[in-house]
């Protein structure tokens, strides 16, 4: 049993018409930049919003197909907003038996069902306060429990961490983790954070400008990013180009960085690589991580075929290195340990020369 969302709809100027399927047992976390539509599938999804056309289906059942609708608090969809939305005048427990009362349930029955989740996630000292009183990963766990409560066949964590200050998140999101973990339904997580992304789920989907553009596992997206937010979100240099076959030395032609610079600034250049089993003249994407670039002063007198003058845009921190962003007729982002920084004396503004092997990039169709 799963989900099966086609979602069309619009909303002013903007136009939803987005296909995915999510299993039960196997998070799908739905990624995309701001104004892509994530949002406006969790209203979906949850019977906020109606749809234009196309049907949404949750284990068997058609929830909503443009002219029959099933209404919100029969749909058995458990949503964590990114605000949480916790009602404010009233108490942690009657925010989590909330569900339960809207479905029917009498209220002594929604409380003591309420009070077990209490229990097991810690909050039961905290049954009778208001939200206003709560740090905002208690705040968070009270919106998780509120969602659950209801045994929801599809659990929708949208932008579960993002309201949270640094020090609450590790914490909440290994409660999410261990939450997905033990959860039998569909769960779907919205995110725009990498690491939420790979922490919390096994395969992803990515929404642009209201559509599907790529889906898979997480590694799959690694290795073969097929649009500028896909290749930033993995950390990887994405160009498209032309392949020639030409000669000994196979390349992309015409190679310019997908999401990057535009108009006159956006220079082309070659990328030279290693033979790929595809046609002649194939429209192609190139990416390349970039621990893969190696920055120098002098000109490299390796074997690797790619080298080039750039001048350094950037440096910004990451997950226990450095990404550099450089500028030039290759227009790159390299990563580097802060050592590497010291030893090269890298400062914004300064002249390297950025290298890599052929074999470092993978070709695909484009």
Not at 164 to 184: C, H, M, N, W, Y
Request: proline share 5%; with cysteine.
């Amino acid at each position: 049993m799963s989900l099966r969302a086609d979602i069309r709809l619009r909303r002013g100027g903007f136009t939803l018409d987005a296909r995915f399927d999510a299993p039960r047992g196997e998070p799908l976390a739905l990624i995309g930049p701001n104004g892509s539509g994530k949002s406006t599938i969790c209203a979906a999804l949850s019977g906020i919003i109606r749809i234009d056309s196309g049907s949404i289906e949750l284990c068997g059942r058609t929830l909503d197909d443009g002219r029959r609708r099933c209404p919100p608090q029969g749909r058995g969809v458990g949503v964590v907003f990114q605000d949480r939305l916790l009602f404010p005048t009233m108490t942690v427990l009657d925010n989590i038996a909330f569900g339960l009362r809207a479905a029917g349930r009498r209220r002594d029955e929604a409380q003591r069902l309420a009070g077990k989740w209490l229990d097991r996630f810690g909050l039961t000292a905290l049954a009778r306060r208001r939200p206003g009183v709560l740090s905002g990963g208690e705040a968070q766990r009270v919106a998780i429990a509120r969602a659950l409560a209801i045994e929801p066949e599809l659990l929708i964590l949208d932008e579960p961490l993002a309201a949270l200050d640094r020090a609450s998140k590790p914490g909440v999101r290994l409660l999410i983790a261990e939450t997905l973990r033990q959860f039998e339904g569909v769960a779907l997580v919205i995110t725009h954070d990498p690491i939420e992304a790979m922490s919390l789920a096994g395969r992803v989907a990515v929404i642009e400008s209201g559509a599907i553009v790529q889906s898979g596992t997480i590694e799959s997206v690694r290795r073969t990013p097929r649009s500028a937010f896909a290749a930033a979100f993995v950390g990887i240099n994405l160009f498209r180009g032309e392949l020639s076959l030409a000669g000994e030395k196979p390349a992309v032609l015409g190679a310019r960085r997908v999401g990057g610079l535009e108009g006159e600034a956006a220079g082309s250049w070659s990328i030279r690589v290693a033979a790929p089993d595809l046609p002649d003249r194939s429209a192609v994407f190139a990416a390349l991580h970039p621990r893969s670039v190696i920055l120098s002063h002098e000109r490299p007198a390796s074997s690797a075929r790619n080298a080039h003058r750039c001048e350094v845009v950037s440096i910004d921190p990451i997950e226990g290195a450095l990404r550099v962003s450089l500028a030039g007729p290759a227009e790159l982002s390299a990563e580097i340990t802060e050592e590497a920084r010291a030893e090269l004396g890298l400062a914004v503004g300064s002249s390297v020369w950025a290298s890599f092997k052929a074999t470092e990039v993978a070709v695909y169709p484009g």
